[in-house]
C-alpha cells in the first residue's frame, strides 16, 4: 500500500469503470479527490494497482473500489484499516447504496453500523450512513 500518484491516474480509473460501471469518478473527480486528500489517498498493488481508498484525515471514507477480479482476497479488508489506524477523528464514516447490500454486509463485517440515511444522496437512490 502507498500514497497515489498522478501516474496512477489511468488505473485508477479502469477499475473505477469496472467496479462502478453506471456512474464511475471522472478523471476530473479524482484528481480533485486528491488534491483535496493527497496524504489519505491510497493504492494497493505493486506492479498492478488492485484497489484504491480515499478518506478524510477525520475518517470519512469517501471512496473505495477494489478491481473486481480480486475481490475477497482481503484487499478492501486492508485498505479500510488503514483509516482505522490513521484518522483522527472519532468515528469512521461512508455513505453506501441502499441497493448495495454486498458493501453493507463488508462494513458490517469490519464494526460499521448503520446510523442513518440519505434520502436520494445517489440522485435516485438513498445511502446508508454506517460509521464505527
Excluded: C
Excluded at 453506471?22 to 479524482?30: A, G, M, N, T, W
Excluded at 485498505?79 to 484518522?87: I, Q
Excluded at 446510523?115 to 436520494?120: D, N, Q, V
Amino acid at each position: 500500500m502507498r500514497l497515489f500518484t498522478s501516474s496512477d491516474m489511468d488505473r485508477i480509473l479502469e477499475i473505477e469503470a469496472q467496479a462502478f460501471p453506471k456512474s464511475p469518478y471522472s478523471r476530473r473527480i479524482l484528481t480533485s479527490l486528491y488534491q483535496s486528500n493527497p496524504t489519505t489517498f491510497l493504492v494497493y498493488g505493486e506492479e498492478e494497482i488492485l484497489g484504491y481508498l480515499v478518506y478524510t484525515p477525520e475518517g470519512h471514507i469517501i471512496s473505495i473500489a477494489v478491481d473486481p477480479r480480486h475481490r475477497r482476497k482481503g484487499i478492501g479488508t486492508q485498505l479500510v484499516r488503514e483509516v482505522f489506524g490513521n484518522s483522527t477523528g472519532e468515528f469512521i464514516w461512508v455513505e453506501v447504496r441502499e441497493t448495495n447490500t454486498g458493501a453493507q454486509a463488508f462494513y458490517e463485517k469490519l464494526g460499521f453500523r448503520k446510523k442513518g440515511i440519505i434520502p436520494r444522496y445517489y440522485w435516485t437512490e438513498d445511502a446508508h450512513i454506517m460509521v464505527r
